[in-house]
């Protein structure tokens, strides 16, 4: 799944959660995994980096219009078994995150894609709202 979908998510979870930091930052964390649960279309590093920066931007934005940093964080938390995985951190924590990651099949569908862009779009939204209201 793209970084930005799982930034996109992390920050939403914050978002339905944010009122208990406690619970809302390990969601956020812990919403990557089941994202990867659902099959999905994986694009190389510099879709995925050229995809993310206008997220990252847009997480931004909504960091400074809510005036909370704990939005930003919990996109980042969102993302970041992917990075630990793609630096080699902890080899241990890859295999357990490719253990929960779903089985690819290939040729993979395109049609993954869009359901992701759906996903994202609709988690956009969500996020836009939620920080126009604040
Ligand atoms: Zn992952």
């Given at each position: 799944m793209l970084a930005a979908t799982h930034m996109l998510a992390g920050a939403t979870v914050y978002g339905l959660t944010h009122r208990n930091k406690l619970i809302s930052l390990p969601l956020a964390f812990a919403s990557h995994f089941g994202l990867d649960r659902v099959h999905h279309y994986d694009l190389n590093m510099t879709k995925n980096v050229l995809i993310g920066i206008p997220i990252?931007?847009?997480v931004f934005y909504l960091g400074?219009?809510?005036k909370d940093v704990f939005i930003v964080i919990a996109a980042f938390l969102g993302m970041l078994p992917d990075l630990i995985s793609i630096l080699g951190i902890s080899p241990?924590?890859?295999r357990i995150h490719m253990q929960l990651h779903f089985e690819p099949y290939y040729p993979l569908p395109?049609?993954?894609l869009a359901v992701e862009a759906v996903l994202a779009?609709?988690?956009?939204g969500y996020?836009?709202?939620?920080?126009?209201r604040s």
């Amino acid at each position: 799944m793209l970084a930005a979908t799982h930034m996109l998510a992390g920050a939403t979870v914050y978002g339905l959660t944010h009122r208990n930091k406690l619970i809302s930052l390990p969601l956020a964390f812990a919403s990557h995994f089941g994202l990867d649960r659902v099959h999905h279309y994986d694009l190389n590093m510099t879709k995925n980096v050229l995809i993310g920066i206008p997220i990252i931007l847009f997480v931004f934005y909504l960091g400074w219009k809510m005036k909370d940093v704990f939005i930003v964080i919990a996109a980042f938390l969102g993302m970041l078994p992917d990075l630990i995985s793609i630096l080699g951190i902890s080899p241990s924590f890859h295999r357990i995150h490719m253990q929960l990651h779903f089985e690819p099949y290939y040729p993979l569908p395109l049609y993954l894609l869009a359901v992701e862009a759906v996903l994202a779009v609709f988690l956009i939204g969500y996020l836009y709202w939620r920080g126009v209201r604040s």
